[in-house]
């Protein structure tokens, strides 16, 4: 189960990350709410990290949770945000995922 809330923290890190990204695109009004968005994002973020340690080790679940939230804010990036999807991006995002499954399966 902890595996299911640290994977939620690591989407709501995509979320914070967005929110973010979105209010340097905005302004007024606007751009408060994505802020407002991003400490909501954070909040639920940092507490079901926090849950999800408490049988995780912290080394391993602290670099999954990273690492869902670079590959996400990636993606978001790429497809929200207009990034460019260059063959080395995509190329060392695999290469992150792949490490990410890697310390899923080694970890005790």
Do not use: D, H
């Amino acid at each position: 189960m902890n595996w299911i809330i640290l994977i939620i923290a690591g989407l709501f890190e995509v979320g914070f990350a967005s929110c973010l990204g979105k209010a340097k695109e905005t302004s007024g009004s606007e751009m408060y709410m994505w802020y407002g968005g991003f400490l909501v994002c954070l909040t639920i973020s940092m507490l079901l990290l926090m849950k999800a340690t408490e049988t995780l080790p912290i080394g391993t679940a602290y670099a999954i949770w990273t690492g869902i939230g670079a590959v996400g804010t990636v993606l978001v990036g790429i497809f929200i945000f207009n990034e460019p999807a260059s063959f080395w991006r995509i190329f060392f995002l695999t290469t992150l995922i792949s490490s990410i499954v890697g310390l899923k399966f080694v970890a005790n």
